[in-house]
């Protein structure tokens, strides 16, 4: 499956964005979704995950309450909505994809999207 995030930007601290990733090339709907960020200097970290029918959903600390992971396999796109953001938030974010139960480890995702910058200014 070939995964194309879009959605990020330059925005305000306490303001909102929306990620979207658009899934190509198989049957998006047997994947489940994960969005990670990487900060420059820093590793790649777990954002988000939701298991492929969308029923089970894991968040890391620090984005719980702020962001929500979506998805909609009719229209082969996952989504972050991130509400509250602040400038630590500031990364490029990445969309992932596997086969199986939803993962908040980076090295069991088979598919990833290229990435998209969030940049929160204070």
């Known amino acids: 499956v070939q995964l194309q995030a879009s959605g990020g930007g330059l925005v305000q601290a306490g303001g909102s964005l929306r990620l979207s990733c658009a899934a190509s090339g198989r049957t998006f709907s047997i994947y489940a979704v994960g969005w990670f960020r990487q900060a420059p200097g820093k590793e790649r970290e777990f954002v988000a995950a939701?298991?492929?029918?969308?029923?089970?959903?894991y968040y890391a600390d620090s984005v719980k309450g702020r962001f929500t992971i979506s998805r909609d396999n009719a229209e082969n796109t996952g989504y972050l909505q991130m509400n509250s953001l602040k400038p630590e938030d500031t990364a490029v974010y990445y969309c992932?994809?596997?086969?199986?139960?939803?993962?908040?480890?980076?090295?069991?995702?088979?598919?990833w999207g290229q990435g998209t910058q969030v940049t929160v200014s204070s």
């Open positions: 992932a994809a596997r086969r199986g139960s939803y993962s908040s480890s980076k090295n069991t995702y088979d598919y």
């Open positions: 939701i298991s492929w029918n969308g029923h089970s959903i």
